[in-house]
């Protein structure tokens, strides 16, 4: 009997050793998988962006994404002005041991820095990384390998600029975030849509040349960021800048230099603007555009008038909009000045203006560019290619008169029956 009682407590002190190996493990800590991972990361900022901000910065994060570790999950990392830190996240929480990381664990991480979205938070769409906000501005991105050895990671990333990328600095020392909005011929607004869980950086595809980049204030002005459209234009480039607050216009036309890749341009600061009526648009100036509001237009030699011309169409109040289809005694009726057939073909003639067919604020048209001056004329709107503008001069009989037509590389001044309906550009003189 004793014998026999010896055993079962035996068996029960077994018994409740195996029970509190299950529930309470030694120390209390299970170490295979929550010791916590160090995270020796750094950062290489690339040398030759030729980037307006080329150095990393205080308050500065990048967005680290491990491709076998899911979505919301992901590592953050913040520079205080000397080093970098880290913190595991889940979403917009910081979250110790978040990534599950553990000794011999390797795979693959996509390092991401947003210049103005350092406070961004992530979620998970299916399986893809999601910021919570798009911003439509360049950013740096690096790939790198890594092992958990010992419970910590290390490495550095090598940062790069996507290529095509180019950015466009205006100074302004009032600047607030997105308080002007810049459109360009030759640049599409782009920024990061998301990250796949592999790793791929997904970009926006849901803008087109022309629209608008959106300003971010720094160093005392706008930065304005975007990539090359695949067609390329050469070394003459159009911008139209809008304040966002009144929606007031000033447009700008670049001769002579060429956008690359990781080109940096800085345009006219925001008060630097072109007078009304007299001044010269290519010597670093703006040029206001809007209801009411003329350029004069000269030749080569800034004696020969072309005309001073309302920068917008009749009743319009922006130059992209093409206005009020009218025909030819319609149009002659209105109370304004039409061009007379003279004013056309002097602005029709190769040796005063240039013609650069673009697309502004999302409508095709011609710039018309003196030595002096510009105008943008836009195409019709129920028009694939060209568009169509009254004279005051009558065709010779009571059936036609003529008109200005333009349409990609085409040009020309036409005489043409009155019943058709174009458009009105008026002039003062």
């Given at each position: 009997?004793?014998?026999?009682?010896?055993?079962?407590?035996?068996?029960?002190?077994?018994?409740?050793?195996?029970?509190?190996?299950?529930?309470?493990?030694?120390?209390?800590?299970?170490?295979?998988?929550?010791?916590?991972?160090?995270?020796?990361?750094?950062?290489?900022?690339?040398?030759?962006?030729?980037?307006?901000?080329?150095?990393?910065?205080?308050?500065?994060?990048?967005?680290?994404?491990?491709?076998?570790?899911?979505?919301?999950?992901?590592?953050?990392?913040?520079?205080?002005?000397?080093?970098?830190?880290?913190?595991?996240?889940?979403?917009?929480?910081?979250?110790?041991?978040?990534?599950?990381?553990?000794?011999?664990?390797?795979?693959?991480?996509?390092?991401?820095?947003?210049?103005?979205?350092?406070?961004?938070?992530?979620?998970?769409?299916?399986?893809?990384?999601?910021?919570?906000?798009?911003?439509?501005?360049?950013?740096?991105?690096?790939?790198?390998?890594?092992?958990?050895?010992?419970?910590?990671?290390?490495?550095?990333?090598?940062?790069?600029?996507p290529d095509d990328y180019v950015q466009f600095f205006i100074d302004d020392a009032t600047a607030t975030d997105e308080a002007y909005m810049l459109g360009c011929?030759?640049?599409?607004?782009?920024?990061?849509?998301?990250?796949?869980?592999?790793?791929?950086?997904?970009?926006?595809?849901?803008?087109?040349?022309?629209?608008?980049?959106?300003?971010?204030?720094?160093?005392?002005?706008?930065?304005?960021?975007?990539?090359?459209?695949?067609?390329?234009?050469?070394?003459?480039?159009?911008?139209?800048?809008?304040?966002?607050?009144?929606?007031?216009?000033?447009?700008?036309?670049?001769?002579?230099?060429?956008?690359?890749?990781?080109?940096?341009?800085?345009?006219?600061?925001?008060?630097?603007?072109?007078?009304?009526?007299?001044?010269?648009?290519?010597?670093?100036?703006?040029?206001?555009?809007?209801?009411?509001?003329?350029?004069?237009?000269?030749?080569?030699?800034?004696?020969?008038?072309?005309?001073?011309?309302?920068?917008?169409?009749?009743?319009?109040?922006?130059?992209?909009?093409?206005?009020?289809?009218?025909?030819?005694?319609?149009?002659?009726?209105?109370?304004?000045?039409?061009?007379?057939?003279?004013?056309?073909?002097?602005?029709?003639?190769?040796?005063?203006?240039?013609?650069?067919w673009i697309r502004v604020h999302g409508l095709d048209g011609t710039v018309v560019k003196a030595s002096r001056g510009f105008l943008f004329m836009p195409k019709?709107?129920?028009?694939?290619?060209?568009?169509?503008?009254?004279?005051?001069?009558?065709?010779?009989?009571?059936?036609?008169?003529?008109?200005?037509?333009?349409?990609?590389?085409?040009?020309?001044?036409?005489?043409?029956?009155?019943?058709?309906?174009?458009?009105?550009?008026?002039?003062?003189?």
């Open positions: 009997m004793k014998k026999f009682f010896i055993v079962l407590i035996a068996s029960l002190v077994a018994l409740v050793s195996c029970e509190k190996g299950i529930l309470e493990p030694e120390n209390g800590i299970d170490d295979v998988t929550v010791n916590p991972i160090t995270f020796n990361l750094t950062a290489n900022h690339p040398d030759a962006t030729k980037a307006i901000k080329s150095g990393w910065e205080d308050g500065d994060v990048i967005f680290v994404f491990f491709n076998n570790v899911p979505a919301p999950k992901y590592l953050k990392m913040s520079y205080n002005g000397t080093t970098w830190t880290s913190a595991e996240m889940y979403g917009g929480t910081v979250t110790a041991g978040a990534l599950d990381l553990k000794n011999g664990d390797n795979g693959s991480m996509r390092a991401v820095f947003l210049p103005f979205g350092s406070d961004a938070t992530v979620s998970a769409s299916g399986t893809d990384f999601v910021f919570n906000k798009t911003w439509y501005a360049y950013y740096l991105t690096a790939t790198l390998d890594y092992t958990v050895v010992n419970n910590t990671v290390s490495g550095a990333f090598n940062m790069t600029i011929d030759a640049v599409v607004p782009t920024g990061v849509a998301s990250i796949s869980a592999a790793g791929t950086v997904i970009e926006t595809s849901n803008k087109t040349a022309t629209d608008d980049m959106p300003g971010y204030a720094y160093s005392g002005g706008y930065l304005f960021s975007g990539k090359l459209g695949s067609w390329g234009y050469g070394s003459n480039y159009y911008f139209a800048k809008t304040k966002v607050a009144d929606n007031s216009r000033a447009d700008y036309f670049v001769t002579g230099k060429t956008l690359s890749s990781h080109s940096a341009v800085k345009l006219p600061a925001n008060d630097n603007i072109y007078a009304v009526v007299a001044g010269t648009p290519n010597e670093g100036k703006w040029v206001p555009v809007g209801s009411g509001i003329t350029v004069g237009l000269y030749a080569s030699d800034l004696t020969t008038s072309l005309g001073t011309w309302h920068t917008c169409n009749y009743n319009q109040s922006v130059p992209e909009s093409y206005g009020t289809f009218y025909q030819f005694n319609e149009a002659n009726a209105q109370s304004v000045t039409l061009p007379t057939k003279e004013q056309f073909d002097l602005i029709n003639n190769a040796g005063n203006c240039s013609y650069t019709q709107p129920n028009e694939d290619w060209q568009g169509g503008y009254w004279s005051c001069t009558e065709g010779g009989d009571d059936s036609y008169g003529w008109c200005f037509v333009i349409g990609g590389s085409t040009h020309y001044v036409s005489n043409v029956a009155r019943i058709r309906s174009y458009a009105i550009r008026p002039v003062l003189n």
